[in-house]
Nanobody, 115 residues
Framework: QVQVMESGGGLVQPGGSPRLSCAAS????????MGWYRQPPGKEREFVAS???????YYVNSVKGRFAISRDNPRNTMYLQMSSLKPEDTAVYYC?????????WGQGTQVTVSS
């Protein structure tokens, strides 16, 4: 059984810098790509950032320069260091883990940016 679990969300003030974590466990095999997605209130889920096994990263334009994705391959763990948060970053953040041909989603962690 594969488990994917996010942590690190919560209420954050504008300009804050929380770090999200995602840990994958179980019989998952080799993880190719790990990624973060988010779903703002009343909107569709959207891509935020991803990182390949070799460390190549991709970001949506709206978070470039503010968010940094990283991973610890031996621990099947991924991080999203967020900074300069804005109210529009408020969303449920989901972790997606791709171990071809399968992919797995976490349950999500809420990040609310508000003063």
């Amino acid at each position: 059984q594969v488990q994917v679990m996010e942590s690190g969300g919560g209420l954050v003030q504008p300009g804050g810098s929380p770090r999200l974590s995602c840990a994958a466990s179980g019989s998952i095999g080799t993880i190719n790509v790990m990624g973060w997605y988010r779903q703002p209130p009343g909107k569709e889920r959207e891509f935020v950032a991803s990182i390949t096994e070799g460390g190549t990263t991709y970001y949506v334009n709206s978070v470039k320069g503010r968010f940094a994705i990283s991973r610890d391959n031996p621990r099947n763990t991924m991080y999203l260091q967020m900074s300069s948060l804005k109210p529009e970053d408020t969303a449920v953040y989901y972790c997606r883990v791709q171990a071809a041909p399968m992919h797995y989603w976490g349950q999500g962690t809420q990040v609310t940016v508000s003063s």
